[in-house]
Each structure stands twice: as C-alpha cells, then as structure tokens.
C-alpha cells in the first residue's frame, strides 16, 4: 500500500516528489511514456528562475528527480494503463500489474501534437519546438514557421515577432479555428506571412541536426518548393494524458482536468499538477509550482485520515 502515487516525472511530477518524500511519505513516481515530460524534449532553459545562464532542460528534470531520490523518492519505469478510484484505496495498473495507494496525483502532463514526419521527430530541440515561449528567443533575426490554424499558433506566431525577422504560419487549409480576435491581431502583424492550403512534406536537415529549411506542398496548386528557415514551431493542439480517467475524473470536452479548486480533482484524494489541468499557461514554473501544492494537499489529507 503506498501513501501516494504520482504519475509522471515532469516539472510538477518531480516537485510533488520533492515535498511528499521529505515529508516522509515515501512516493512512487511513474516516469510515463516522456521521461522528464516536455522539459526533456527542449534544450537550454533561460527562464527558470535559479539559473541565471540557463540550464539544458533534460538537465533540470534530472536534477530535481535527484534532488527527490535523495528525500526517498522510489521512481519506476511505466504507465498507468487502467486504474479503479471508485473507492479508497485507489487501485491503479502499471502496465497491467495492480497496486494500491492512498492518495494519488495526476502529473501526466499534455503531449504536443505532432506533425508526425521523421525529420520532425529527430530535429526535437534542434531547430524543432511545440513551445514558442521557450524556444523563442533563440530566433533572434532569423525566419521561422509556426504550423497550425487555431488560437496556439496565433499566439506563438504574435511571440515569435518579438524576436524572429520573419514569422511564416502554415496551415492546411484556409478556415481558421482561431477566435476572431487571436486571427485579426495576427492579421494585422505586419511580421507574419500568411501560407494556407499548405503542408509540410519534409524539414531539413537531419544530417546537420539543425533546422536550416523547409519542403511545403500547396494542396490546392500542387506546387512544391523549399524555404530557407531556422525555427520550426509546431502549434496544432495538445493532447492532455488522462486516458485511464475517463468516466472517473471530471474532464473537459478535449480531456484536461477539471479543477475543483487547488489541486482538489472531483474526487476526494486524487489531486492534479501540471498541464494535465492547466491548458493556460504549461510553463515548467507553473507546473512545478503546482506539483507543490498538490504535495502539500496530499500531506493534509493523510494527516487528517491519520497516516
Ligand atoms: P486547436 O485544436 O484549436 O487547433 C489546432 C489547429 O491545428 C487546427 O487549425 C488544426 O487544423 C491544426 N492541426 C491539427 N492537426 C494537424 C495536423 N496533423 N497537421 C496540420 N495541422 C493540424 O488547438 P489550439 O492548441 O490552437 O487550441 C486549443 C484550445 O486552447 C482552444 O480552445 C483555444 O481557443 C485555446 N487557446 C486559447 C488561447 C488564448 O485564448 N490565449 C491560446 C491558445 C489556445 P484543422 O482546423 O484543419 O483541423
């Protein structure tokens, strides 16, 4: 019987390790299917207050994974694949094999959608970025794509001006799910060129391990060329990992958490942390912000059951 599970090892995952294993309440960490969660998949970090040079992102996630083992954090490769909360304890599968635990935390973040093409996959954190707030400043004066049609790419799109010369949105046809406002502010960017109707065939250039341009393909003409680029940023939408939960936790139409308040899920004893819930603001900061008081929650809770 554990005190609490935490399901994923990210920015919130690990800081909800952090507090619970000092507090002594000894908690398993399931990695997941990301490892480290998105800070993994990103290289220098210049925003996490602590480290006025920045830090490698795969770094920082390791460092608080052994920051959380030195209080006595036991992590264990896997995912939750079925679970039952309808009563406490909470019976939860690992990769079909079942375990029970007192109180639980939902840290299994939101997966970036991704284009699905090769290059994509191999230039991740080389060139490659689903997080303009991350990644952007590394564009200063240099051409980027951002890909998608919904409020996400607008948004990275309007950022990306900020630092990029040139900011090229891409989008497979030419209706756009953004709200009029997001649309009408990016329209009017003078810094943004509009392509819709288009795909991405290829990025380039995997031998490089850098992004250095572009293959897209106008679906209506046919037409297909190759532009220069430096950054390619990736904005059509994020998939939040609550799959086991359905029916069980309270979700919203796209599968986020919804909050009943801190870290409080509709049932009492299962909390949330990180992206799973916050679709807002998904920054490694807030995420392990929330990891923090979901520990804190977990504490209170079996202290008041007197565990
Ligand atoms: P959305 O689901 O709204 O939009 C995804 C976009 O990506 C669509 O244009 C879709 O195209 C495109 N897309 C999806 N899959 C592919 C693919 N395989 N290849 C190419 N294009 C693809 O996601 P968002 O992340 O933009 O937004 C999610 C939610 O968050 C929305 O409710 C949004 O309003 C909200 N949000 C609000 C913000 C704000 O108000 N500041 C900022 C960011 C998000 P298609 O239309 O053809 O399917």
Same mark, same amino acid.
């Given at each position: #019987?554990?005190?609490? *599970? ?18 002594? $309440? ?34 920082? @996630? ?17 995912? %939750? ?46 060139? *490659? ?24 790419? #607008? ?39 509009? $392509? ?14 850098? *992004?250095?341009? %572009?293959? $897209?393909?106008?679906? @209506?003409?046919?037409? @297909? ?44 004893? @299962? ?7 916050? +679709? ?12 923090? #008081?979901?520990?804190?929650? *977990?504490? +209170?809770? $079996? ?5």
């Amino acid at each position: #019987m554990h005190n609490v *599970v935490i399901l994923g090892s990210g920015c919130a995952g690990n800081t909800a390790a952090i507090y619970t294993a000092r507090a002594g $309440l000894k908690p398993l960490v399931l990695e997941g299917h990301e490892p480290g969660g998105q800070l993994s998949i990103t290289t220098d970090v210049e925003n996490f207050p602590g480290f006025p040079e920045g830090i490698m992102g795969p770094e920082l @996630v390791q460092n608080m994974k052994k920051q959380a083992e030195r209080f006595g954090a036991e992590y264990r490769w896997g995912t %939750v694949v079925e679970a039952d909360l309808s009563k406490r304890p909470f019976r939860i599968s690992i990769d079909g094999e079942w375990q029970e635990t007192r109180t639980l935390i939902v840290a299994s973040g939101a997966s970036a959608r991704w284009l699905g093409l090769e290059s994509e996959k191999k230039l991740v954190g080389h060139g *490659v970025s689903s997080c303009a707030t991350c990644d952007g400043a590394f564009y200063r004066g240099e051409k980027v794509i951002v890909v998608g049609g919904g409020d996400s790419a #607008m948004e990275e799109a309007n950022f990306l001006t900020r630092f990029a010369s040139e900011v090229t949105l891409i989008h497979r046809n030419e209706h756009f799910r953004a709200s009029k406002i997001m649309l009408d502010r990016a329209k009017a960017n003078p810094k943004i060129k509009w $392509l819709p109707n288009t795909v991405v065939q290829e990025i380039h250039d995997v031998e490089a391990n850098t *992004v250095n341009g %572009v293959t $897209l393909k106008n679906v @209506v003409s046919g037409e @297909v060329w190759r532009q220069e680029v430096s950054g390619f940023f990736v904005a059509i939408g994020h998939i939040p990992n609550t799959k086991p939960f359905v029916g069980q936790l309270d979700l919203d139409p796209d599968g986020y958490i919804i909050s009943h308040g801190g870290a409080r899920t509709n049932i009492t004893g @299962v909390f949330h942390a990180g992206d799973v819930q916050d +679709r807002t603001y998904r920054q490694a900061i807030t995420a392990a912000g929330a990891g923090c #008081m979901a520990a804190i929650e *977990v504490e +209170r809770f $079996l202290e008041a059951e007197g565990h």
